[in-house]
């Protein structure tokens, strides 16, 4: 973790006293938005400031009266699981007029209102902006209407910061909108169901539609088709060629014939040809019925994607989002031009607000006069990869356009470790592109263990059809290390003349690859490439800041307390221990806290002792009150769960009483994520080009021999980038003993958590914004269990 320096800001020198800051959704709902609006209020609580709901969007603003109401800390609990938006969301045509911007600064001033933060899309957000570029007129405005005195020097100006609120992710500037992983959760929940009850019948297409004309969501479409292999995609930034409809028949023929039993199409609407004419749902399915004669159903995602509970990213996205938002309100002066909180990689930062928008105008600008390839550039670098990948996996090519000649080389895959969601998502992708990289492709089942069995085969394109959305490890995996076999291992690399290696897993994975690049000396079988991809729930591999399989885990966890917490709504106060996996790491349950609206997260990366277990009463009449703690498995010797759980019941007879909850393998299993099978995949794709360019590159006399540092590496990432990183070069960033890295960036995250939950701590910001821990203190003497 940073340590302070002269660079930082004491976070205790910004406060909000005496500042007022309202909230407010406007536009389309996103799920996530109430995690937003709560992390806005308790963050500004948390400074000081008053804060203010203004119900209703811009609609509140302009009618004034209860739609602007003053918030207080329990005002926003229970409301993190909520999809929607809790005090509403309208479309103002009055706020468009000057005369309703004038009544809309009239209610503000009443209340001393001067920082406001809106939640919604690009529209929402230009409005904000010309709202504040009109403040000071609209005040003396109303001063010569009122013939009053002018206002304070205080109310001078008008504070503005956005958040983009949109399941579309259409906004330029952030890597993801609140909205959007929870949109996409709904949507492939769709996929799989349509999978299920198709999979019994012989000849069966069927075709997603995204909400009638609706073409902004050509994102969803997009990624989801990535997410669960769809066989076609149409979306507007990608116009399919003339004869588009002939090859469309032919690939569904062709997929059925290698023995698919359902083909899925998706189309976003607002999708053209390259002459400009509408491909509509109807269209499609006329087509495929006529051409190829299966029984074809077509299904339109209309607001059902805007609906349900948050993912557990969009609740952390969101409550990341507000209290940087917070912090921007407290440190803006009134030069400082209005921004927008964005997400790039990992962190949260403060883009100009115009400028994202702006360009998000280019877009659509882009789009009109058909400029498809600038306007799949101007969406961005993840935009432009999803479909860069999609097009890689989903298309074969023909044998006469691979890039190598035909088993020039043998490429192995396997799973090591305990199981985590989306390893199947990638083994599919790595093994799709490995054969059009002209490759054959090998699998090889249970780990090392099966590998110096010989449990290995090879694996065609169509063998791996369906494995996007399977949860667990098709191929099986294990835990077992290839040292003490790397004979046996070696063996069977040269029987089947394995060129090189791709290793999905976790830690084990890691500790593999290092025992491997040892004995290269001895076995010269294994100089060859060798990648790694992480994938583990525990996300404890060094060198990246995810790894496939936890989003999934994180979502089991938010899930379970969420029903956990719903099963005691009838109850005034009750104590629940919520026991997460991820042995030494504390990563599942302090993101798992955060999402889920944890009072506290005990974990082995903070050492905590009795004080901190402490749960006190808050003074007053009963109310309804939930205790809720996260504990990873590993965090005490001592202080375990069942400890926990026998001291509470004990020193809560009478006043509460407790429960606890060990959550165990079920957050290793179940279907893995839109994110994880995304994540995967692309992870996959990405890893497979490099051993390709690697096998090129050490090729010679007829063999391939790599043995230099550079040749074994991890694929992590780091920031917005996935980087390639020589295993050898890990281990001095690796706690072997715990099985943790030495440095974890989610650490940050945890004086957020505690804010959220009323903890009083000290922190300092950095000069990019990013709130980091300094010193863990206890809870305030006054705080009860707080509820969520």
Known sequence: MAQPDSKKIFFENLSGAGKAIAVLTSGGDAQGMNAAVRAVVRMGLYVGAKVYFIHEGYQGMVDGGDNIEEASWESVSSMLQVGGTVIGSARCKEFRSHEGRLKAAHNLVQRGITNLCVIGGDGSLTG?????????????????????????????????????GSI??????????????????????????????HQPHQKGSHLLSFHPHASRFRYLALVSALACGADWVLIPEMPPEDGWEEKMCQKLSATR?????????????????????????????????????????????????????????????????GVEAVLALLETTADTPACVVSLCGNQSVRLPLMECVQMTQEVQKAM??????????????????????????????????????SSNFNVAVLNVGAPAAGMNAAVRSAVRVGISEGHKMFAVNDG??????????????????????????????????PAKHADKIAEQMRKYNINALLVIGGFEALESLLQLCEVRTTYEEFCIPMCMLP???????????????????????????????????????????????????????????????????????????????????????PVRRRFVGTENENSNDNYTTDFIYQLYSEEGKGVFDCRKNVLGHMQQGGAPSPFDRNFGTKMSAKAMQWLSKKLLETYRRGRVFANSEDSCCLLGMLGRTLVFQPVVTLKDHTDFIHRIPKEQWWLKLRPLMKILAKYKTSYDVSDSGQIEHVIHTRPKESDASVAM
């Open 257 to 321: 014939s290698r023995g698919t039993r359902l083909n899925i199409i998706i189309v976003a609407e607002g999708s053209l040809d390259r002459h400009g004419k509408p491909i509509t749902s109807s269209f499609v399915k006329d087509l495929v019925v006529k051409h190829l004669g299966f029984d074809t159903r077509v299904t339109i995602l209309g607001h059902v994607q805007r609906g349900g509970t948050p993912s557990a990213f969009d609740r952390i996205l969101a409550s990341r989002m």
């Open 448 to 481: 090392f263990e099966g590998f110096y069995k010989g449990q290995i085969k090879e694996v065609k394109w169509s063998d791996v059809g369906g494995w996007t959305g399977q949860g667990g490890s098709l191929l099986g995996t294990k835990r077992t290390l």
């Open 128 to 164: 904000a902006n010309l709202f504040r570029e009109e403040w000071s007129g609209l005040l003396k405005e109303l001063v010569e209407k009122g013939g009053g005195e002018a206002p304070p020097s205080k109310y001078a100006a008008l504070h503005i910061v956005g958040m983009v």
């Open 368 to 405: 009109d006069q058909k400029r498809f390839e600038e306007a799949v550039k101007l969406r961005g670098r993840s935009f432009e990869n999803n479909l860069r990948t999609y097009k890689l996996l989903a298309h074969r090519k023909p044998e006469s356009e691979n890039k190598l000649e």
């Open 168 to 197: 579309d992710n259409d906004f330029c500037g952030t890597d993801m909108t609140i909205g959007t992983d929870s949109a996409l959760h709904r949507i492939i929940e769709v996929v799989d169901a349509i999978m299920t009850t």
């Open 535 to 621: 994938a583990t729930i525990s996300n404890n591999v060094p060198g990246t800041a995810l790894s496939i399989g936890a989003d999934t885990a994180l979502n089991a966890i938010v899930e379970t307390c969420d029903r956990i917490k719903q099963s005691a709504s009838g109850t005034k106060r009750r104590v629940f221990i919520i026991e997460t996996m991820g042995g030494y790491c504390g990563y599942l349950a302090t993101v798992g806290g955060l999402a889920a609206g944890a009072d506290a997260a005990y974990i082995y990366e903070e050492p905590f002792d009795i004080r901190d277990l402490q749960v006190t009463e808050r003074a007053g009449p």
